[in-house]
Structure formats: structure tokens, C-alpha cells
Nanobody, 111 residues
């Protein structure tokens, strides 16, 4: 059974930074692509960033240059470094591997 557990969310002021983590278990972490999605109230869930098993990354246009996705295969952990945060980044952020989702972590950007 694959289990994904996100952490690192919270309340931050505009322009601030947060680093999200996703601890994975129950699968061979290194052989799968991983991704971060987010969902704001009233909006559909959207892809934020994706990283292939060999480290090739893709980003939504709205976060390019501000967010960085990375993975630590030795520790089965996925990261999302978020800098220069904006109020419109407020959402629940989810980690995904294949069809498995974590429970999400809330990120709120507000002054």
C-alpha cells in the first residue's frame, strides 16, 4: 500500500518562503515520477510541478522561477521549495505518485 504524507504547510506573508515535504512509503520510490498539485477553494486541482524518476522537471507557468521541485531517492522524500509566495498560491498542496495522493497540506499566503 502506497502512503504519501505531506508536511511543511502553514501561514506565510507575501514574498515569503515555505518548503513542503512528501514522505513516501510502500513502493520503490526511485522508479516513479512524482508531482505536486494544488487546489484552491472553488477551483479545480491543478498541476504545480512534476519530476521524473531521473530528475527532469516541469512547472506550471504560474510558478516558474519561484518554485523548485526536488527528490531525495535515498530517503523516499519529495520536496517543493516555494519562494516569493503570492496570495494566489494559497491552496491545499498534494503530493502524487501514479494514482496515489497524499492527504494534503494547507498553504496560506496572507498579510
Amino acid at each position: 500500500q502506497v502512503k504519501l504524507v505531506e508536511s511543511g504547510g502553514g501561514l506565510v506573508q507575501p514574498g515569503g518562503s515555505l518548503r513542503l515535504s512528501c514522505a513516501a512509503s510502500g513502493s520503490i520510490f526511485s522508479i516513479y515520477a512524482m508531482g505536486w498539485y494544488r487546489q484552491a477553494p472553488g477551483n479545480q486541482r491543478e498541476l504545480v510541478a512534476r519530476i521524473s524518476r531521473v530528475g527532469i522537471t516541469n512547472y506550471a507557468d504560474s510558478v516558474k522561477g519561484r518554485f523548485t521541485i526536488s527528490r531525495d531517492n535515498a530517503n523516499n522524500t519529495l520536496y517543493l521549495q516555494m519562494n516569493s509566495l503570492k496570495p494566489e498560491d494559497t491552496a491545499v498542496y498534494y503530493c502524487i505518485q501514479r494514482d496515489y495522493w497524499g492527504q494534503g497540506t494547507q498553504v496560506t499566503v496572507s498579510s
